[in-house]
């Protein structure tokens, strides 16, 4: 009989060994990547300061090295300790002794109420079966005024399902990779529905588009930034 837990396991962890030479070595999808990073960050500067950071799945420390803020600390959490492992040795001459890896679910989170100043999510919310109470769980570790940042790919749009069959399921299945089975069981959560929760929830949140930032458009575009103020 086919074991299906098995053979999924199996998949996640030879998909995840790969994932940064899938997505991000190659010249165009790399820079399409990194787009992503960069344009969440551009709200900050230097001269901003959050004390305590949480940044949820960050998986192999991506995100970290456009952080324009300062901070006292940052941690990156992720449920795949191997992705950590990775993190840690390609940030270890990044703000050191402000670093912090932990292994934590994005959707049950082992920190008190208000520990945080600022939450982090990136590529994260498509993957989670119930994005509004991971939603919840997220604001419930931001501090009063604390900002909650949510980055999105706008799978199933056209701009990326065309997108993406240039990068990274070209190479997964060079790879032997089924991509469009491992995206058919991670991508859980459409970008537009997402996008509606989102408003639902923060009718008064700051969001933008990439790369055409001022159309908002699912189909143009190949990503959906969000910030908000959490008041509690």
């Known amino acids: 009989m086919f ?8 998949y996640k962890e030879r998909f995840s060994d790969i994932y940064d030479d899938l997505n991000y070595s190659s010249g165009l999808q790399g820079f399409v990547m990194r787009s992503g990073h960069f344009s969440s960050e551009k709200k900050w500067s230097s001269s ?52 912090r890896f932990e292994i934590q679910k994005g959707a049950n989170l082992a920190y008190p109420d208000e520990t945080f100043d600022r939450v982090i999510a990136c590529h994260v919310l498509e993957h989670i ?59 859980v959560n459409s970008c537009n529905s997402l996008v509606a929760i989102l408003r639902h929830y923060f009718p008064d949140s700051s969001e933008s588009w990439w790369p055409f930032h001022i159309i908002s458009s699912m189909d143009l575009n190949l990503f959906y930034i969000f910030h908000a103020r959490i008041d509690k």
């Open 129 to 187: 079966y119930m994005p509004h109470l991971a939603i919840k769980e997220w604001c419930r570790v931001l501090k009063n005024e604390g900002i909650l940042t949510i980055l999105i790919p706008t799978d199933p749009g056209l701009a990326w399902r065309l997108g993406r069959n240039f990068g990274p399921r070209k190479n997964a299945l060079k790879k032997g990779i089924s991509y469009d089975y491992v995206m058919a069981r991670e991508h």
């Open 3 to 10: 074991n299906e837990d098995k053979a999924w396991v199996d």
């Open 48 to 99: 901003d300061r959050f004390n305590r950071v949480l940044e949820i799945g960050s998986g192999t420390g991506e995100h970290l090295p456009y952080i324009r803020h300062s901070f006292d600390e940052y941690i990156l959490s992720d449920q795949n300790e191997s992705a950590l492992t990775i993190a840690k040795e390609k940030l270890k001459n990044f703000h050191k002794g402000k670093l």
